[in-house]
């Protein structure tokens, strides 16, 4: 038996994730911060757990680890919940942005990182696991209304890097991964953008590059933007600044 937890799991390319691999008969967990949604997503997938959890609060993440670890069979973790808050550091008010800081870098960065921290044991015992960490092509190529959020996916992919020449010393049998997304078209990136792909185009980019066994998924354009920015970083720059 397998069991899997995807964090932001109650919509958007987390629970595109889901229905994909509930369908392939993987027991699977999200969470999410709102009840309503999450139970939304619970009458849409048959068999799907879900669990309230903020990853922005380490006690509520330390929570939704216990909750997983319960999961028999547990070999996936996604980290996919992220949130993105547009904010002008010279005009905002001195305390919401510092609010705004804590709220924006522990649901993407710290989080993932103590959730993945409290589930590596099991995830270690398992006779092979994957830590998927979805990033995005902003982490390498940031544009200006999120500085923050481009920090923390910044953040990701380097620690994605660094605990996988880890693992492949201490726990070569885990896998991890960086999913690395273009704009999608899900409820953070509302207003914001063209040429998004949707959530399920994410997702079966996702589940793809990791069964063909990739340590790095880029998804639809990502690469083509990453080729930009190594060959002409100050036009990559320009194509994605606003």
Not at 147 to 161: D, E, N, Q
Not at 207 to 224: F, I, K, P, Y
């Amino acid at each position: 038996m397998s069991a899997a937890l995807i964090t932001g799991g109650s919509t958007g390319v987390g629970l595109a994730l889901a229905e994909r691999l509930v369908a392939d008969g993987t027991t699977v967990l999200v969470c999410g911060r709102d009840a309503d949604r999450l139970a939304q997503a619970e009458r849409m997938l048959p068999g799907l757990r879900t669990t309230v959890a903020d990853l922005a609060d380490p006690a509520a993440v330390d929570r939704l680890a216990t909750t997983a670890l319960a999961l028999p069979g547990l070999d996936l973790l996604v980290n996919n919940a992220a949130v993105q808050l547009d904010r002008s550091w010279a005009t905002a008010d001195r305390d919401a942005l510092a609010a705004d800081i804590a709220a924006e870098l522990g649901a993407d960065l710290a989080g993932p990182l103590r959730l993945t921290a409290r589930l590596l044991p099991a995830l270690a015992a398992a006779s092979s696991a994957t830590i998927v960490n979805v990033t995005s092509a902003l982490g390498v190529v940031p544009k200006r209304s999120a500085p923050v959020y481009c920090a923390a996916k910044a953040g990701l992919i380097a620690f994605s890097a660094g605990l996988r020449h880890q693992l492949a010393v201490d726990a070569p049998h885990v896998r991890v991964v960086d999913a690395m997304l273009p704009l999608v078209d899900t409820a953070m990136t509302e207003g914001r953008g063209s040429r998004k792909i949707s959530a399920g185009a994410a997702a079966d980019g996702i589940l793809g590059g990791v069964r063909r066994g990739r340590a790095v998924v880029r998804v639809g354009g990502v690469g083509a933007l990453l080729a930009v920015h190594r060959l002409a970083p100050g036009l990559a720059a320009r194509l994605v600044a606003d």
